[in-house]
């Protein structure tokens, strides 16, 4: 390789910019600049709270979709998969309890009209927006619900909601699954969707949202069972998290105090990750009885139970539930592998993620952009795009390409360089050592399928 054009130029090209106030202001900075996640309608001045996500963003949202299907269903024989329908009619809502139970408390500062979870004030006498003291009114409940209509004419026969969470769809559809998978008891149904919950304050970036998704899965257990089965979900599902990267320092598992279960709930614990402004929940693990079953087959007269050949007994399965937010979830990954180091005087900034989450799994650059080096590079680029996600580079200099890659959380770069056209290998940089090696490119799908293996 030529001298003067290695492929080791790991010398940051620039000096680094002021280091930002704290680790979220160095998230979204980041989040935006390098294509994770946007302001929604932002031209328009942006709408509160709904945000998009961007060429890497979608990929990094994907992989930890992806990754927790993984272990939820395609490693497991006891789980099946489903996607159900994201408007509902009441009628499911109403047996579920959410029309009754879904809420939050309300207040309004009668100084600057700004609207407030009364449970999520700090001080419950101070406004958190002007600092007016003793200004609230009294709380009131407030549906937490999307309230729509399904057809052309707003009546009342009409209404829909959006759902506010997967779960239900998953037990109105319990028979069906049953009937089809053959699967019995103890079994899971697992789902990723969109749902919606008209958060009075929404706020942390991406952590509270309107519109999020969810991973959730719902296991139908003998109701003796239940208690052991949610106790093996608590620790599987932290697992989960610290198999994929995050500091178990960062981690806790919480069990809700009797005041804070749910209606629907005999034990719930979070999962929490230590964010900047504190603890906050990722995922949370339920054991929500036979209510749900139970009221849904009282409200439609259909029968929601198992019959046990076995024993010759007929019973309505316990419901243990993990459900974790996707979109939170990938904000923790991004907080959990963000870094800087010093590296030859100046300052590194690396996304250490998980190489299933990794956006790209390999960066393919040129040394330059010289027409002699495109055509081995693009077949380069075509031998390894077929097996891995692929970004492909060739603007700027060497060692912008690879600061750019670290911050993406790409776990590989492969140059091409002029002595690439001679001996057919190429350099293979890795993302958090920085080393490299010269691999065969008759080699090189093998080499790297190791690497991320």
């Given at each position: 390789m030529p001298a003067d054009a290695p492929a080791s130029d790991d010398t940051p090209p620039d000096a680094p910019a002021a280091e930002p106030v704290d680790r979220m202001d160095q998230i979204v900075n980041l989040a935006k600049r390098r294509g994770f996640v946007f302001p929604s309608a932002e031209i328009y001045g942006g709408f509160r709270s709904t945000y998009d996500y961007g060429p890497i963003g979608v990929l990094l949202l994907r992989n930890v979709k992806d990754a927790w299907w993984r272990s939820m269903v395609q490693l497991r024989d006891d789980v099946v998969g489903l996607d159900a329908a994201i408007l509902s009619p009441p009628a499911v809502w109403e047996a579920s309890g959410h029309l009754s139970n879904f809420t939050d408390p309300l207040v309004d500062c009668r100084h600057c009209g700004a609207r407030h979870r009364s449970d999520?004030?700090?001080?419950?006498?101070?406004?958190?927006?002007?600092?007016?003291?003793?200004?609230?009114?009294?709380?009131?409940?407030?549906?937490?619900?999307?309230?729509?209509?399904?057809?052309?004419?707003?009546?009342?026969?009409a209404v829909a909601y959006l759902r506010p969470e997967t779960a239900q769809g998953i037990f109105v559809n319990f028979a069906n699954v049953l009937q089809a998978s053959r699967k019995k008891p103890p079994f899971g149904i697992a789902q990723i969707g969109k749902s919606f919950r008209n958060e009075i304050t929404p706020g942390n970036f991406i952590f509270r949202t309107?519109?999020?998704?969810?991973?959730?899965?719902?296991?139908?257990?003998?109701?003796?069972?239940?208690?052991?089965?949610?106790?093996?979900?608590?620790?599987?599902?932290?697992?989960?998290?610290?198999d994929l990267g995050i500091d178990p320092a960062h981690l806790r598992l919480r069990e809700h105090a009797t005041d804070e279960l749910s209606h629907y709930s005999a034990g719930t614990s979070d999962v929490e990750y230590l964010f900047p402004w504190g603890w906050g929940e990722l995922e949370g693990v339920a054991n929500r009885g036979c209510y749900d079953l139970t009221q849904h087959a009282e409200a439609s007269g259909e029968r929601l139970d198992y019959f046990d050949q076995a024993t010759n007994t007929r019973y309505v399965p316990h419901v243990i539930e993990p459900a974790a937010g996707a979109t939170r979830t990938m904000m923790a990954f991004l907080l959990d592998a963000y870094d800087e180091e010093e590296v030859r005087g100046e300052t590194r900034t690396v996304?250490?993620?998980?190489?299933?989450?990794?956006?790209?799994?390999?960066?393919?650059?040129?040394?330059?952009?010289?027409?002699?080096?495109?055509?081995?590079?693009?077949?380069?680029?075509?031998?390894?795009?077929?097996?891995?996600?692929?970004?492909?580079?060739?603007t700027q200099a060497i060692g912008r390409r690879y600061r750019r890659q670290d911050e993406l959380g790409t776990p590989f770069c492969v140059t091409v360089d002029f002595d690439s056209l001679d001996d057919r290998a190429v350099t293979v940089r890795e993302r958090d050592s920085m080393d490299q090696v010269r691999v065969s490119v008759d080699e090189l799908v093998d080499h790297l399928r190791e690497q991320l293996a």
């Open positions: 999520d004030i700090p001080d419950p006498d101070v406004c958190p927006t002007c600092g007016s003291r003793g200004t609230f009114t009294e709380a009131r409940q407030f549906n937490l619900m999307f309230k729509t209509h399904a057809g052309p004419v707003e009546e009342d026969a309107r519109e999020f998704e969810q991973m959730e899965m719902e296991f139908f257990v003998p109701p003796d069972e239940a208690h052991r089965w949610f106790e093996y979900w608590c620790d599987e599902r932290r697992r989960w998290y610290v996304l250490r993620l998980h190489h299933r989450l990794a956006p790209y799994k390999v960066a393919i650059l040129p040394l330059s952009k010289k027409e002699t080096l495109t055509p081995m590079a693009r077949e380069v680029l075509g031998l390894l795009q077929p097996h891995f996600m692929c970004d492909y580079d060739e």
